[in-house]
């Protein structure tokens, strides 16, 4: 019985048979024929759709060319470069400055527009991106013509600072008051309004607001939401939402600006916060302290981000940086005598050491210009004197050593100044260690004592010795940003302008703001004092008292309208008690541009003479 294990191997291989091969030999034939039939329906489809489309053509629109109109309507804006877009947005960018010109230049055609003035524009917005000064407006400003207009709403302690964002300004005093103040606007008491009654005459002095006071039993309650001490320091943010002050317990307070409500305290600081700053564009706050730090806060989120360190002694005065593309920050160290550049992101610091003396390159010209030496102004009876200082025939002027930097201010993100306690004005640069140039005496130099007020001694009284003759110190610097202007103050009655050379490295001064027309009994007392302070006699003076804050807006589109400063002016300095003269206010001054009409007046006048 034969099975498939006993079945030799090659009997059990499969045959083909006729049948396979035949159905096999079929299936080929099918496939084979299958692309042959497939060919022929699609000659027959392409066929009929060309004689569609010559049908079409007779008709009307076919449904190629309804689809051909739709992808040229839309390509344009679906397929587009990275190059293209580029130009696109540059000339739209164009055409808005070209509008811009041509709204400023009334009277002329788009054709007649000269193309510099774009191109001006263009190179500004490239140096404000860098962070460098493109704007010099020193020489477009009329100081001399400014007019100042003091409020005082009732101040009984001196205002220790003020912060400006047009139309409002902020103040604080050390009776623990933080005001708001409405400023005028000078196109509404200099306009000649047919319409406006003559019998009223338009507000001029800033007008008090709001105003909220502290507490001080509340010292040791740290839910009050208050501050419980002097004010020492202010600040508001570009966008005037935020305004932070400070006091001498330590509390840093955030408040909406807008109606003096606190919206956060903090206490992080163990010492008095000295100064305030925001960083320009932002709402990030910097806060000095007499602990030696700075801390940096956010208003958006009412939170703390960081602390930095490396002062030796008080943290006096902080400018937040003017780069929005970087977290710095520029502060003073007091008797340190060092300025400090804060890279945040970095975590590092940009040591500037002072304590020196000015040159005596500089000395040499503050002697010879500035102090009446020469014999033929004597004999003609010149007695101009600059920046309050005295003629040096019985006491010349020496180099006075720097003992503490008070204040500092940003130019731009390479170029700083500081003011120093020996009356020097310092003009910086990130990229040296030194300063580029020291300008020293800004503000002059104070009278001697007199035998009385410096000695107890009968015998020093009789002997007639007088005081040494010493300098003022800088109490307050503001500064434009991006701009070669540089405001400073002090006790002297005047805050002086400066500004920085072409070339970045050198201080010129521009003159006086402001101007007294006549010499009154208010002003000059029997005693030979001068607005409570001692002075020469027919030496006159403007500010009546100590300027212990400046704040400066432009008005204005690109202040074009001219240059808002207010001052913080009180009996005292802010962080002592040493001098009680004087008056407790906030001093506005309104500075014009310069008239380019009478300028073209005089040039005809002066044609017609010849």
Known sequence: MSSFFTTPASQRKRKRTETTSASTSKKRNVTSAAPASTKTSRRNNREESISGSEESEDGGNGFFESAEQDESGTSDDEVETAAEKRLRLAERYLDNLRNEVEEDTVGFDAEQIDRDLIAERLKEDVAET??????????????????????TSDQRDVITGCALRLPHAWTVSKDMVVAKWEVADPKTYNSEDPNR?????????????????????????RDFLGHTGPLL????????????TGDEKGRLIIWDADTLTPKKLFTHHRAAVTSLSFRRGTEQLFSASSDRTIKIWSCPELAYIETLFGHQDIVIDIAGGLDTQQETCISAGARDRTARLWKVVEESQLVFRGGG?????????????????KPE????GDESQTNGVHDGSDDPPIAYAEGSIDCVALLDAGLFVTGSDNGALSLWSVNKKKPLYTL???????????PEELSANIDAIENGVKGPVLPRYITAIATVPFADLILTASWDGWIRAWRISPDKRSIEEVG????????????????????GFRSEAGEQRLVKGIVNGLSICERGERGKEGLCIVAAVGKEPK???????????VAVFEIPKKSTAKDVESEDDVGQDA
């Open 233 to 244: 320091s202010v600040a508001v943010s570009d966008s005037g939402k935020f305004l932070g």
């Open 357 to 373: 003396t000015a040159k005596q390159k500089g000395m040499d010209k503050l002697r010879k210009g500035r102090f009446g030496a």
């Open 512 to 531: 006086k703001v402001g101007r007294v027309e006549s010499e009154g009994a208010d002003d000059v007392a029997n005693d030979g004092h001068v607005n």
């Open 197 to 221: 009654p003559t019998n009223v005459s338009p507000r001029r002095k800033p007008k008090r607001l709001l105003s909220k006071k502290g507490k001080k039993n509340k010292a040791a309650d």
């Open 130 to 151: 860098k962070g460098k000064i493109y704007r010099r407006i020193a020489d477009t400003l009329d100081f001399e013509a400014a007019s100042l207009v003091f409020g």
């Open 440 to 450: 020293p005496l800004a503000h002059g130099r104070d009278p001697p004592l007199p």
């Open 575 to 585: 962080m002592g008690r040493w001098m009680r003269q004087g008056k407790n206010g």
């Open 377 to 380: 102004q004597k004999a003609a």
